[in-house]
């Protein structure tokens, strides 16, 4: 009897909770003076530097990096609601990007700058250590396969076939069947939802990471 060809898709998920918080904040004014638009700007922009430089600690934080963007200086002359030219006004903008190792640490923060005249939060994104990312994902591949093998073998059982035996395993695509109708290639993916914005006060709540594991397999059973 011909062996019966076997082709399925092993997937697993596994999450972490989140172990770096990395924020983005504009510091912004704009004014009529140019002179002062940049002081104050500088002025805002250097306070904040000097207080990050005593939370840096590449090992042991709770800053483990941050960088700041060049100096942007600007101006334009908006029109008023009846078409005319009004007096210029000026802009000044730095970003500075901060990651932290303690969650906790980038919430407090965070909640006190928010606060400060001339700051904008731009957005909290979460991620893991590089080693936590690795094992995790080594885990989540080896399930995946495990996942694979129990599929093929519950299609073989249901057509009342013997145990299956493998035959190929790729990352979804190079088997050379393609993805399903719908189904986008996701070889590997990681997942972290946003930052919790709630309540009067400001609050930071660090997000699982999810990684996700997609395999394709190939079985033979008679």
């Known amino acids: 009897m011909a062996d019966t060809i076997i082709t399925v898709q092993g997937e697993y998920e596994l999450t972490h909770p989140a172990e770096r918080g990395a924020v983005r904040i504009a510091v912004a004014y704009e004014g009529e003076q140019r002179d002062e638009t940049l002081a104050l700007t500088t002025q805002r922009h250097a306070s904040l530097v000097s207080e990050l430089r005593d939370l840096h600690n590449p090992q042991t934080g709770p800053v483990t990096s941050w960088s700041s963007d060049q100096l942007r200086v600007w101006g334009e002359r908006p029109w008023n609601q009846d078409g005319r030219r009004l007096a210029p006004v000026y802009h000044a903008e730095v970003g500075i990007d901060v990651t932290f190792n303690e969650p906790a640490a980038l919430s407090d923060?965070?909640?006190?700058?928010?606060?400060?005249d001339g700051v904008a939060i731009q957005g909290?994104?979460?991620?893991?250590?590089?080693?936590?990312?690795?094992?995790?994902?080594?885990?989540?591949?080896?399930?995946?396969?495990e996942n694979a093998v129990a599929k093929a073998?519950?299609?073989?059982?249901?057509?009342?076939?013997g145990s299956v035996r493998p035959l190929a395993l790729s990352d979804p695509g190079m088997l050379g069947d393609g993805p399903a109708p719908g189904q986008p290639v996701q070889p590997l993916a990681a997942r972290a939802m946003n930052a919790d914005f709630g309540g009067a006060t400001l609050a930071l709540k660090p997000e699982q990471i999810t990684v996700a594991v997609q395999v394709h397999a190939r079985f033979a059973a008679n």
């Open 124 to 145: 909290v994104s979460w991620t893991l250590t590089e080693a936590r990312r690795q094992t995790i994902t080594q885990e989540a591949r080896r399930r995946a396969v």
């Open 109 to 116: 923060w965070v909640g006190v700058v928010s606060l400060l």
């Open 153 to 161: 073998t519950v299609y073989a059982t249901s057509l009342g076939l």
